[in-house]
């Protein structure tokens, strides 16, 4: 099973679009978006595929109560937590989820996370931590990258560049 892992567009559809293109021939059967823009992510719902996606912190969205800030899903028999920032935040509403409480309890296998625009993959206290970095055309913290999660009996995460060079492959066992 292929997850296709995005974020931190702030607006840049083209690269949306090509990193879409990217996990469709990657035969991704879901495409995450971590928030910043909320909206950017539109474009993926014509997709065949199952398309996640959650709001940035500073975004009108995050303040709209009828949209998740934060999601667990279950898919390929992980527990995955979906949310712009691995920890609470200020702009967090009464009844969001805390990801520490989730993250220090083991509720979850996977936290998928964006908001520092840095690309990142490691295992931390037994949660696969995975930040795709951004999608930005220009950033302080780095070029634009985002991730494809491969899950087998393992879980191998790959950041890839504009390029589709590989910045980051690694395999994790949870």
Excluded: C, W
Aim: aromatic share 6%; proline share 3%.
């Amino acid at each position: 099973m292929k997850i296709g892992v995005m974020g931190d567009s702030h607006g840049n559809i083209e690269y949306v679009r090509q990193a879409a293109e990217y996990m469709m021939e990657a035969e991704a059967e879901y495409i995450i978006h971590t928030g910043d823009d909320y909206h950017d992510a539109r474009i993926l719902d014509i997709l065949p595929v199952n398309v996640i996606r959650v709001p940035g912190v500073y975004e009108t969205a995050y303040q709209d109560t009828s949209l998740p800030n934060r999601l667990v899903e279950e898919i390929a028999g992980l527990k995955i937590l979906i949310t712009h920032t691995k920890d609470s935040h200020s702009n967090d509403l009464p009844h969001d989820m805390m990801p520490e409480e989730y993250i220090a309890s083991r509720k979850v296998d996977i936290v998928i996370f964006g908001h520092s625009h840095s690309f990142y993959a490691k295992l931390e206290g037994g949660v696969l931590m995975v930040n795709p970095g951004h999608l930005k055309t220009e950033d302080k913290r780095g070029e634009a990258t985002f991730a494809l999660l491969d899950i087998n009996n393992s879980v191998t995460v790959k950041i890839l560049n504009m390029k589709q060079e590989v910045k980051l492959e690694e395999s994790f066992q949870l």
